[in-house]
């Protein structure tokens, strides 16, 4: 299915858009993903993960069950510069504070609403903005009406990865889904397992656990890599990749019917 990618289209075609028109926002970042991988790594996941469910949440026969029918999807140019201070000690990384890309986000929505766009989807393909892009989406319902929501990208590891769910930067599915996606981006000779065994002595506190904590990522690891690489291969990105646009298309057909029925709803808000 061709995409609706909304910088292509002319003003009065934004303003024809389908009411119900999600804006899916790829969202990224320029950070360090050690010695192995570029910089834009999750910038392009992320990219190839909205293109392929955009068509996919498109297309009249995507998905199954009850909602499932297709929905209209307006891509939006990528934001590749996010939060990324947990990796702001090695050179590569490019990041925002949590200030101005809360505010990058409140423009975008006010200019997204002012041109008749009701519901906007964030698809977040990097761990460190999950907290700041859960405040944004109160912050662009409150301020701009609009119904908004967030997506991870989740490329999760087979429970025999050997990464005791710490494989949560550069590790095998990232460094598998760039194998798939961009391979002469990806140099395997300089790949190494940095697996931060020590939380697995913690009930509490860690990564999944009830207690989170504070963290930049060369406190886990010299190289910054947080997960083990050298497993990774293209056929299992591709499975992973494929996973993920299916689900986030699912999810989009959602989005797109998703309403607040409990009451009467303020003039003019979705």
């Known amino acids: 299915m061709p995409l609706t990618r909304f910088a292509e289209l002319s003003a009065p075609a934004v303003a ?25 790594t999750d910038h392009l996941i992320a990219v190839a993960v909205a293109e392929r469910a955009a068509r996919l949440a498109t297309a009249v026969d995507a998905g199954a069950g009850a909602g ?5 999807v307006t891509l939006l140019p990528p934001l590749t510069y996010t939060k990324s ?17 809360l505010a990058v986000l409140d423009d975008l929505g006010r200019s997204l609403a002012a041109s008749g766009i009701r519901r906007l989807a964030l698809l977040n393909a990097h761990g460190g903005n999950t907290a ?21 990208v989740s ?29 002469e981006l990806v140099d395997m000779s300089l790949a190494r397992r940095h697996v931060p065994e020590h ?3 913690y009930e509490h506190v860690g990564f999944g656990r009830p207690v989170a904590f504070g963290w930049t990522s060369d ?6 890599v947080v997960g083990d690489p050298t497993g990774a291969t293209a056929d299992l990105g591709r499975v992973l990749v494929a996973d993920a646009a299916a689900r986030t298309a699912a999810a989009l057909r959602e989005c797109a019917r998703f309403r607040f029925d409990t009451h009467e709803r303020p003039t003019g808000r979705g």
Do not use: Y
């Open 16 to 40: 024809a858009l389908p009411p119900d028109t999600v804006a899916l926002l790829p969202v990224g970042s320029l950070e360090q993903h050690g010695p192995h991988l570029p910089v834009a």
């Open 68 to 72: 499932a029918g297709a929905c209209d």
């Open 85 to 101: 201070n947990e990796h702001a000690w090695s050179p590569g990384t490019l990041w925002l504070s949590a200030t101005t890309l």
């Open 132 to 152: 700041l892009l859960g405040v944004a989406l109160r912050e662009l319902r409150v301020h701009h009406g609009l119904l908004t929501f967030l997506l991870p």
């Open 155 to 183: 490329l999760p590891a087979p429970k025999d990865s050997g990464e005791l769910g710490t494989g949560i930067h550069a590790g095998l599915t990232e460094t598998s889904a760039m194998l798939h996606l961009h391979p």
């Open 199 to 201: 939380l697995a002595a």
């Open 219 to 224: 406190d886990l690891s010299p190289t910054g």
